[in-house]
């Protein structure tokens, strides 16, 4: 009986997950640009999907000093190629360059660190 279950559990994983078209483990698939916002607030970063899915229910999170300081929906869903632009008038903080930035998504366990070259 016990052979059987690990059977059925290799095989729910070669039937539902192999055949996904994102990896589980990663973070939303995404790449970023950053200017400095208009009205003199910080920095506006955007956001573009770069696979071949919807991203959906698309989160920002904004860590400051260790502590979060905002998290916040940024878009329902993120078509493929489609991108977003994020600053303090979309989410009501200050995006610094030094602020820890992390992405999650429906979907995917874990987020997505966005990394600035300083």
Same mark, same amino acid.
């Given at each position: 009986?016990?052979?059987? +279950? ?9 039937? +539902?997950?192999?055949?996904?078209? #994102?990896?589980? $483990? ?5 790449? +970023? =640009? ?6 003199g607030a910080g920095i506006v970063l955007s956001i573009q999907n770069i696979s071949?899915?919807?991203?959906? $229910?698309? =989160?920002? @999170? *904004?860590? #400051?000093? %260790? #502590? ?15 991108? *977003?632009?994020? %600053?303090?008038?979309? *989410?009501?903080? =200050? ?6 930035? *992390?992405?999650?998504?429906? %979907?995917?366990?874990? %987020? @997505?660190?966005?990394? +600035?070259? #300083?």
């Amino acid at each position: 009986m016990k052979k059987a +279950f690990q059977i059925a559990g290799v095989l729910f994983y070669v039937i +539902f997950l192999a055949g996904c078209d #994102r990896d589980l $483990n990663a973070g939303p698939p995404v790449s +970023f =640009t950053y200017t400095g916002s208009w009205v003199g607030a910080g920095i506006v970063l955007s956001i573009q999907n770069i696979s071949s899915v919807y991203i959906d $229910n698309l =989160t920002i @999170t *904004i860590e #400051r000093d %260790g #502590r979060v300081i905002k998290t916040a929906g940024i878009a329902d869903k993120l078509g493929p190629g489609e991108s *977003i632009s994020v %600053g303090w008038m979309e *989410i009501g903080v =200050t995006i610094q360059k030094t602020d820890d930035i *992390i992405l999650h998504a429906k %979907g995917y366990i874990t %987020g @997505t660190k966005l990394v +600035f070259l #300083r």
